[in-house]
C-alpha cells in the first residue's frame, strides 16, 4: 500500500523558516517524480513543486520561487521542502503527492499544517 | 502556464438529481486531467483520471469526459455523502487547478 506521510508543519513567525518532511512506502519511490501542494485555509489547491526522480528538473511554482527549496533523497525514500523567508500568506495544509505515470495513479499524503503568525 | 477555469463555483441540488461541472484548460492538454472529491480536514480523493476513467472503488454514479480543452464531471445521482467541493486538476504540463466546486444538498 502506498503511503506518504508528511511532518515538520508548525508556528513559525513571519520571516521564518521551516523544512517539511515526506515519508514514502509502498511503492519504489525513486522512480516517481513527487510534488508538492498546499491549501491555504477555506481556499482552494494550489501546486507548490515539483521534483523529477533524479531531481534533474525541478519547478517551482511563482508564489514561492526563490524562497523555497525542494530535494529528495532517495536512499532515505524522502521528500522535503525548505521554506524561507515565510509569509502570512504561506499559511497551508501541505501535502505531498506522486505523479501519476501510464499505469499509477496520483497518491497524496493526509497534509502537514504551517502557520506563519507574530 | 496552464490555468484551469471551473464552474459553477458551488451548486445546491436535490438527493437524486443530477450534477454537471466544467471545467476548461487555458490550453490543449490532451486528456490528462483529473477530478478530485475533498471533504473538510481530508486530502482530496482521486475520483476520475484521463478525463474519463473511474478510479478504483469510485461508486459508478461519478463520470467524467472531454479531452483537449473542454471537461465535464457529472453525478448522475446526488447522494448526501456527495457533499463536498470537488476539483479539477491538469497534469500536461506541471500541476494545476481549478478553483473548485462547492456541492451543496438543497
Known amino acids: 500500500e502506498v503511503q506518504l506521510v508528511e511532518s515538520g508543519g508548525g508556528v513559525v513567525k513571519p520571516g521564518g523558516s521551516l523544512r517539511l518532511s515526506c515519508a514514502a512506502s509502498?511503492?519504489?519511490?525513486?522512480?516517481?517524480?513527487m510534488n508538492w501542494v498546499r491549501q491555504a485555509p477555506g481556499k482552494g489547491l494550489e501546486w507548490v513543486s515539483s521534483?523529477?526522480?533524479?531531481?534533474?528538473?525541478?519547478y517551482y511554482a511563482d508564489s514561492v520561487k526563490g524562497r523555497f527549496t525542494i530535494s529528495r533523497d532517495n536512499a532515505k525514500n524522502s521528500l522535503y521542502l525548505q521554506m524561507n523567508s515565510l509569509r502570512a500568506g504561506d499559511t497551508a495544509v501541505y501535502y505531498c503527492a506522486r505523479d501519476p505515470t501510464v499505469t499509477t495513479r496520483p497518491d497524496w499524503g493526509q497534509g502537514t499544517l504551517v502557520t506563519v503568525s507574530s | 502556464d496552464i490555468q484551469m477555469t471551473q464552474s459553477p463555483s458551488s451548486l445546491s441540488a436535490s438527493v437524486g438529481d443530477r450534477v454537471t461541472i466544467t471545467c476548461q484548460a487555458s490550453q490543449d492538454i490532451s486528456n490528462y486531467l483529473n477530478w478530485y472529491q475533498q471533504k473538510p480536514g481530508k486530502a482530496p480523493k482521486l475520483l476520475i483520471y484521463?478525463?474519463?476513467n473511474l478510479e478504483t472503488g469510485v461508486p459508478s454514479r461519478f463520470s467524467g469526459s472531454g479531452s483537449g480543452t473542454d471537461f465535464t464531471f457529472s453525478i448522475s445521482s446526488l447522494q448526501p455523502e456527495d457533499i463536498a467541493t470537488y476539483y479539477c486538476?491538469?497534469?500536461?504540463?506541471?500541476?494545476?487547478f481549478g478553483p473548485g466546486t462547492k456541492v451543496e444538498i438543497k
Open positions: 484521463d478525463a474519463s
Open positions: 486538476q491538469q497534469y500536461n504540463n506541471l500541476w494545476t
Open positions: 509502498g511503492f519504489t519511490f525513486s522512480s516517481y517524480s
Open positions: 521534483i523529477s526522480t533524479s531531481s534533474s528538473y525541478i
